[in-house]
């Protein structure tokens, strides 16, 4: 994973095993890396629990699977807080795995800031599951 600001911020991006010529060719918004990390490799089940509001209020949905169209699926754009209860997620602003990308790891996220986003739209999301 890759962050264009220091201490693992600001935009991020999720880079499988690869050449990466260009920032374009990762979608990148810039040229910047300021910051990486590693993501372990997870063997075990995957499972999310999405709220509608922050502190895990609201309308809950939990998902073990890949979710193209958050709204399609949960019926609301927003995700306000989310429990990572197994496995890694990237979650993504636009539906169809586009846009602004955020990395979730096992934990709580009781608002959307505790994940690095700029406001609840959540359109997408889908488990790290290849590393290649």
């Not at 810039?30 to 997870?42: A, T």
């Not at 399609?72 to 995700?79: A, G, K, L, T």
């Not at 846009?99 to 009781?110: I, N």
Request: aromatic share 20%; hydrophobic share 25%; net charge positive.
């Amino acid at each position: 994973m890759v962050y264009e600001r220091p201490n693992y911020m600001g935009y991020q991006y999720f880079l499988r095993r690869g050449e990466y010529p260009d920032y374009q060719r990762w979608m990148g918004f810039n040229d910047c890396v300021r910051s990486c990390r590693i993501i372990p490799q997870h063997r075990g089940s995957y499972r999310i629990r999405v709220y509608e509001r922050e502190n895990f209020g609201g309308q809950m949905m939990e998902f073990m699977d890949d979710c193209e169209s958050v709204q399609d699926r949960f019926r609301y754009q927003d995700i306000h807080s989310c429990n990572v209860m197994d496995g890694y997620w990237i979650m993504y602003e636009q539906p169809n795995y586009r846009g602004r990308q955020y990395f979730l790891r096992p934990g709580e996220y009781r608002r959307y800031t505790d994940w690095g986003g700029m406001n609840p739209r959540i359109g997408s999301f889908r488990r790290i599951t290849d590393f290649c």
